[in-house]
């Protein structure tokens, strides 16, 4: 099959919807595929054909709207069996909503005032354009990462719940598991003040969807005086710092910055914990189950829907005491031990191969579509 997928940015070291696309590009080249990734800037990968387009970045609107006609382009010029969009455009047979719903996004984080100042913005005027465009349309298809995409989508556009369709993240369990990079724990525990407590790692940049507020209240408010918090992501840590300080727990946070070593951190912790407001699946919350750690998040975050009995999940990503709770039922190594071999039994059954087969089925359906229609056209 000779698939076509775009995305901005084509990077092994990307986060979030980067990365899992060229996890994708490699396991459909394994099937046999002929890949083709249109993007914006990209690295090389091995069997696959890159396209890149130039687009001007200096404006995010203007950027959107240019990468969206490029790549309509390159589209057009080729003679693909199914074109599928990890980014916002207006030319593929199936939109990839790995961000879930923009507009679900706006109301989680922002609540409703701040939802309807921020339309007024170009920005998310021009993504909640091309959403629109798309599932108030009737041709395109939408792959959501979780029932609840799922859902909003239905509730806020109403569309034929045949184009819509759900194929969640997968996680590479050989990168990501209890043995990898073990020699790191010690130090990294020794350095940032883990040695004899319960070390909860919190990766994601956006701090506050991601819940850091909770997190920090959370920290001050459970019994277990020893537990410590690494935070990781690009954010400025000045208010969160301030706020760390103004709750007494400045010397149990440590604020870690962008690190590329996960696979480490994860096995030097011993838990992860991520109040988010809104992630429409939250690939963390796979590779730390991977790694063989327990997980606490909030029922806002889709992978909670695949987590397994064991991890806690919190009704609402408020909820300071449910998460202090959470907490503390892991500073029991006990518990934490069984969480972490069913999070790793879930994370095996859920590779990027298994992902790249239920696409290619959904791939199947529209290369069948474009054949019957280029039949009756004929």
């Known amino acids: 099959m000779r698939i ?59 950027r959107v709207l240019a990468f969206s006609r490029a790549a309509g382009e390159v589209v057009r010029q080729q003679d693909f069996d199914v074109v599928h969009a990890f980014s916002p455009t207006r030319s593929q047979d199936i939109l990839h909503a790995g961000g879930g719903s923009h507009a679900a996004y706006m109301e989680h984080a922002y609540g409703g005032w701040g939802r309807l100042i921020r339309t007024l913005s170009p920005r998310h005027r021009v993504r909640l354009h091309m959403e629109r465009h798309v599932l108030r349309g009737t041709r395109q298809r939408v792959q959501c990462v979780s029932e609840q995409g799922a859902r909003e989508f239905s509730r806020y556009y109403s569309p034929d719940p045949h184009r819509l369709f759900v194929v969640p993240y997968g996680v590479d369990a050989q990168h990501f598991s209890p043995d990898a990079e073990s020699g790191k724990r010690r130090s990294m525990r020794e350095e940032w003040g883990g040695a004899d407590g319960t070390v909860w790692l919190f990766p994601g940049s956006g701090f506050r969807r991601k819940g850091l507020a909770t997190a920090l209240s959370a920290l001050s408010l459970c019994e277990d005086q020893t537990a410590r918090l690494w935070v990781v992501g690009r954010d400025k840590t000045r208010r969160w710092r301030r706020r760390a300080r103004a709750l007494g727990v400045e010397d149990r946070v440590f604020f870690l910055g962008f690190r590329e070593d996960m696979p480490a951190l994860y096995q030097a912790s011993d838990g992860m ?12 919350c796979l590779e730390a189950s991977a790694s063989g750690r ?17 991890a806690r999940v919190v009704d609402r990503a408020d909820d300071v005491r449910g998460f202090a709770e959470a907490l503390d039922h892991f500073s029991d190594a006990g518990q934490r031990a069984r969480a972490g071999e069913e999070g790793r039994l879930v994370a095996e059954g859920l590779s990027w191969s298994d992902c790249a087969a239920s696409l290619r089925e959904a791939y199947a359906q529209v290369d069948h579509a474009h054949q019957e229609g280029s039949t009756r056209a004929g």
């Open 294 to 310: 327990p997980v606490i998040t909030s029922a806002q975050c889709g992978a909670s829907e695949s987590l397994g009995s064991m």
């Open 4 to 62: 076509a997928l775009v995305v901005e940015n084509f990077s092994r070291s990307g986060g979030g919807v980067e990365y899992a696309v060229w996890q994708l590009a490699q396991a459909f080249c394994e099937l046999g595929d002929d890949v083709h990734v249109v993007a914006r800037a990209g690295e090389e990968q091995a069997g696959v054909t890159l396209h890149r387009v130039s687009v001007p970045t200096f404006w995010q609107p203007w």
């Open 273 to 284: 914990i991520l109040p988010t407001r809104y992630d429409a699946w939250g690939l963390v």
